[in-house]
């Protein structure tokens, strides 16, 4: 009796020392792609320590009854520490974020790690595959702005709002304790390296990464950036120049500025990460100049360039090479961004300037971002 006694209690222990811990809440599917797992959860902590850890999350089912998967990397430190959450490419044409994040893993040792990174590079498949900023998950013609549809709805109607509750209630929101969601400008539009911040965390998260410009900004009622800030997890949107190209100088920058913002959070030595060289312009407002009349334009300032207000800054001509406007500065401040194919309707933006508004300007109202 005795001895039975004995070696049930050595199974318990056993049992209970091979169980997974009672917070997990990583789900595996049980499926592979390509040899990965597949998950319909992820919970960083569950996670073996010094190694990195590949997933394919299931996000939800296409029209066809298969998955719209994302790719999920964890880099899982060998030392306790924050988890530093990295989206990219939520917008399915702007892609230098994914080359961040893939730089980033490779040169960081979870060895030496304290902490965790949950990096998602690829959040709108259906926009990827679509080549499209927009979340298209039919014919591709049109579809929604997935970075406006944050936290998302368990049981909407919308299969976009459907998308987005997944994203954010069993991937993105667990894992994160400081959020980095990384951007380019639009199809015909470029920007500078150019922050959000909407905090004062986020400022000085800003600042470790050293773009050439930070907007101090409200944010976007849905965007993974605003939704974050809301709930409590410092966060910024890092916009790093144009759609649809991998540019190396604007990686290697970011992929710095991310190790800087690391060696801050203690998840890096310090010394891990080199000076930043640049210091950003802080604006608050932004102008836009806009032409009325169609043709083709000529900018005669470039993205970062100092402007004053009434300096030229634009001209339109007509098929003839004839100047039919000329566009003038509206402000003092620096061009934050510019549209990067010569045709104009009338209407159209041709630039937008960043400058810091005077106190007394309309106070108690925050400039919104475009």
């Known amino acids: ?26 789900l595996p599917t049980g499926d592979r792609i390509d040899g990965t797992p597949v ?16 997933f394919w999350f299931r996000v939800t089912d296409n029209a066809v009854g298969q998955g719209w998967y994302v790719p999920v990397i964890v880099v899982r430190g060998a030392r306790p520490g924050p988890r530093l ?24 040792d979870p060895a030496v790690l304290s902490g965790t990174i949950v990096a998602v590079p690829g ?5 990827l595959l679509h080549h499209s900023r927009a979340f298209t998950p039919g014919d591709g013609r049109d579809g929604d702005n997935l970075n406006r549809l944050m936290p998302g709805k368990a049981d909407a109607t919308d299969r976009g709002d459907r998308y987005a509750y997944r994203l954010w209630s069993r991937l993105l929101f667990p894992n994160a304790d400081t959020a980095i969601d990384l951007h380019t400008q639009s199809r015909g539009t470029a920007y500078p390296i150019y922050a959000f911040a909407g905090s004062p965390r ?44 991998f540019d190396p100088v604007v990686i290697g920058r970011a992929v710095d500025g991310i190790a800087r913002v690391m060696v801050d959070l203690k998840m890096l030595a310090p010394g891990a990460a080199p000076a930043a060289s640049v210091t950003p312009f802080v604006g608050d407002s932004l102008a836009t100049v806009r032409g009325t009349r169609g043709g083709y334009a000529t900018l005669l300032v470039g993205l ?62 925050a400039p919104r971002r475009p």
């Open 304 to 365: 970062g360039d100092a402007v004053t207000k009434g300096q030229l800054v634009a001209t339109i001509a007509d098929p003839f090479g004839r100047v039919i406007e000329r566009l003038e500065a509206p402000v003092d401040g620096r061009v934050s961004s510019i549209a990067t194919d010569p045709l104009r309707d009338p209407g159209d933006t041709l630039m937008r300037i960043l400058f810091l508004a005077p106190r007394s300007t309309k106070p108690g109202e």
């Open 39 to 54: 998950i319909d959860r992820l919970d960083s902590r569950d996670l073996a320590a010094g190694q990195v850890h590949r």
């Open 202 to 245: 986020a400022r000085a998260i800003a600042e470790l990464i050293a773009p050439d410009m930070i907007k101090l900004d409200p944010g976007v009622q849905g965007s993974v950036e605003t939704e974050m800030l809301r709930a409590g997890v410092p966060a910024i949107t890092l916009e790093l120049n144009r759609p649809e190209m």
């Open 123 to 127: 959040l709108n498949t259906p926009g």
């Open 85 to 108: 959450l990295l989206t990219a490419a939520i917008h399915g044409d702007e892609l230098n974020g994914v080359a961040v994040i893939h730089r980033l893993v490779e040169r960081i």
């Open 1 to 26: 009796m005795f001895g039975k006694a004995l070696l049930a209690t050595a199974l318990a222990a056993l049992a209970m020392a091979s169980a997974p811990p009672l917070h997990a809440q990583t």
